[in-house]
């Protein structure tokens, strides 16, 4: 049986049995279910997604602790880059699928890398291979897996495997998710204010309920569908003044209200995250590529709900709004340090950017290779199943004035991928690379 011996994902962490093959040879690069939280959220099985309790996080935390192996002494080398070779990978897999054998920390883990830099087709080996930082790994007190030295996430097999395949599929679908409140929900609030004028919080949760949650692109199933709704909604909770911000200087919109004038009631406002990228540097004959930029950015704008509870988005976003969403993108990265779940974004937006390149300039083609098991959906290779969130609480606030935030993530991964500039240097870091006299899946270079 090909199985996981543990599954991670920002926030979550599984502890339940493990799962076998099944007759068919199909099986999960994963285990089990996330009965636990570590970090603020969970999801049960009914896909309530919510803040976890201390103890939920303490059980969870406890378990996972007991699954921890070391990490193998190899991955202590130092280099610039580790590169990680998609057709030796694919057949490593292969080769573990057939055997039975269950797939090592380094395997889930992609070598270490911590964010995907470059793209390379080596068309004498037949190839494509991913290049970027990494190091050795360890897990930090919210079992986030991460770098050694630099405390940031690594980028996980199952979440590219999910990436290629969204972007392989027939008719590829907008890869977001969104949190927002219901019709009904809306309405009800209108009419308790036009009864009461109440603007008692617990009332008005009561009032707007759950609200509902949206993934789009990828199967809600996966843990990059969790990655998207955990930092939305961690997002959400800095915005509303619910989690501290973890950097200096970083006011919450809530913070920011409170010294406004401005007190429009039927305004709430929206902030979304999406790519940051500059054009790809590619050489001249494309078959190297560097993806460059930031990668995550926070936008902004208002929505106003009319008494039946439709809404209408007004096309515009309010300085305060504005000047918040500034504040996330500019401090991205020093948040991403201290939450990495946000680090888990840019690493799964980086994953459907390179996967649509992928397709987009046809380099399975170039290289002269086939990834079946990595990018085909019917591929007896299959990611991790959990609970899909469906609906999370309402999250409210107040300052001078009741707040009802909705957000979202939005990946426009094509049209990332649709801008490039020739820069020369890319081709001398790809000849380096693919000259490594390697045998291995992954190599430092």
Excluded at 109 to 129: K, N, P, S, T, W
Excluded at 313 to 340: C, F, H, V
């Amino acid at each position: 049986m090909l199985l996981r011996k543990y599954g991670f994902l920002a926030f979550f962490v599984a502890v339940a049995a493990t799962l076998s093959l099944t007759s068919t040879a199909r099986a999960q690069v994963g285990i089990g279910n996330y009965i636990g939280a570590v970090g603020g959220v969970s999801v049960n099985p009914d896909g309530v997604f919510s803040t976890a309790s201390k103890t939920e996080a303490s059980r969870a935390l406890s378990e996972f602790r007991k699954q921890i192996k070391d990490v193998p002494s190899e991955f202590n080398a130092k280099g610039e880059l580790r590169v990680v070779s998609l057709k030796r990978l694919e057949a490593a897999l292969a080769d573990a699928l057939e055997k039975g054998e269950t797939l090592p920390d380094e395997m889930l883990f992609l070598a270490g890398i911590q964010r995907i830099e470059y793209v390379f087709v080596d068309d004498q080996a037949h190839d494509i291979l991913l290049a970027g930082p990494g190091e050795a790994w360890t897990y930090d007190k919210e079992c986030n897996v991460v770098g050694v030295t630099t405390g940031r996430p690594v980028v996980h097999l199952e979440d590219l495997i999910v990436a290629l395949r969204a972007t392989f599929a027939e008719q590829p679908e907008a890869i977001t998710c969104s949190i927002d409140p219901t019709k009904e929900g809306v309405t009800r609030y209108h009419q308790l204010l036009a009864r009461s004028g109440k603007t008692d919080l617990g009332a008005i949760k009561r009032a707007l309920g759950m609200q509902v949650i949206t993934v789009t692109g990828v199967p809600a199933t996966t843990r990059l569908a969790r990655v998207l709704v955990s930092a939305d909604y961690q997002m959400k909770r800095l915005a509303m003044n619910l989690t501290p911000a973890p950097v200096k200087n970083m006011p919450s919109y809530m913070e920011m209200l409170a010294n406004s004038p401005d007190l429009q009631l039927e305004a709430m406002p929206r902030w979304w995250l999406s790519c940051n990228y500059e054009p790809f540097a590619r050489s001249e004959d494309g078959l190297a590529w560097r993806l460059r930029g930031p990668g995550v950015k926070a936008e902004t704008g208002e929505d106003i709900y009319a008494a039946d509870g439709s809404r209408i988005d007004n096309g515009t976003a309010s300085p305060l709004g504005q000047k918040w969403a500034d504040s996330m993108t500019r401090n991205y990265d020093a948040i991403s340090e201290k939450m990495p779940v946000f680090g888990e974004l840019r690493n799964v937006m980086d994953l459907c950017v390179i996967s649509a390149l992928i397709r987009r300039e046809n380099l399975l083609a170039k290289a002269g290779c086939e990834l079946p098991l990595l990018t085909q959906a019917s591929s007896p290779l299959q990611p991790t199943v959990f609970p899909a969130p469906k609906q999370t609480p309402t999250i409210v606030s107040t300052v001078k004035r009741v707040v009802q935030a909705s957000g979202g993530v939005q990946i426009d991964a094509f049209g990332v991928a649709a801008k490039a500039e020739t820069v020369a240097q890319v081709r001398e870091v790809r000849d380096g690379l693919v000259a490594a006299d390697s045998k291995k899946w992954w190599w430092t270079k």
